[in-house]
């Protein structure tokens, strides 16, 4: 069965270094997001990615962060400078049309 | 604003027992429902997905219901087993956008 992959699994970085969380979704999928659910709370919009574009983020989604399809299957998000907050799991998920959504196994993030 | 409530936040079953999950959503348009079943640390796993014509779908011992008109879903859980303890969360779809609840914590004891 077609699944959505994360890599890595874990990071941990430092407080003001740049991360890259790579996705790698379903490849006839044509909708891409990210969420992200900081531990013991609910999952959370990041944005959403169609087209070669961003067609909706959320206000969680500042200028510290973006996103690329660089080569037409990875799907990446980046933090330029993070933050303790931005501790949190990250799941890509990816979706064909207006079908379900296909989750990955998520990336977690621990910025110390 | 597109929300989805669910309720209870929590709940504590014995294994074998049944429970029923609730979904209220606001969220408009309306294009699917999806129950998703989060281990700790995982990703979310669809159970099932429902669109506006639909009222039931069955997935095992999972049963989705959707009442379009008062905009409600439940999820109901038959005979529960240890592997059941997780999260549930309800997903409302209007078009591309996904709106998540906050999902209900199921602990099933033995």
């Known amino acids: 069965e077609p699944e959505v992959t994360q890599t890595p699994s874990h990071q941990v970085t430092q407080m003001g270094q740049e991360v890259i969380l790579r996705c790698v979704p379903i490849s006839n999928h044509l909708y891409f997001y990210w969420y992200r659910q900081i531990l013991g709370q609910k999952v959370e919009f990041l944005v959403s990615?169609?087209?070669?574009?961003?067609?909706?983020k959320s206000e969680i989604f500042d200028d510290q962060f973006s996103v690329e399809r660089p080569d037409g299957s990875n799907f990446t998000l980046k933090i330029r400078s993070t933050k303790l907050e931005d501790s949190a799991m990250y799941f890509c998920?990816?979706?064909?049309?207006?079908?379900?959504?296909?989750f990955g196994q998520g990336t977690r993030l621990t910025v110390v | 604003k597109n929300q989805v409530e669910q309720s209870p936040q929590s709940l504590i079953i014995l294994e074998g027992k049944n429970c029923t999950l609730q979904?209220?959503?606001?969220?408009?348009?309306?294009?699917?429902l999806r129950w998703y079943k989060q281990d700790t640390g995982r990703g979310p796993v669809s159970l099932t997905i429902m669109t506006f014509s639909e009222n039931t779908k069955s997935n095992g011992r999972y049963t989705a219901t959707l009442d379009a008109d008062t905009k409600q879903s439940s999820l109901h859980i038959t005979a529960s087993q240890l592997s059941d303890s997780a999260s549930y969360i309800c997903v409302v779809s209007n078009d591309y956008k996904l709106s998540f609840g906050a999902g209900t914590t199921v602990t099933v004891r033995a």
């Open positions: 990615f169609y087209n070669n574009e961003i067609s909706e």
């Open positions: 979904c209220n959503y606001t969220v408009s348009p309306f294009s699917n």
């Open positions: 998920a990816s979706r064909q049309g207006i079908t379900e959504a296909f």
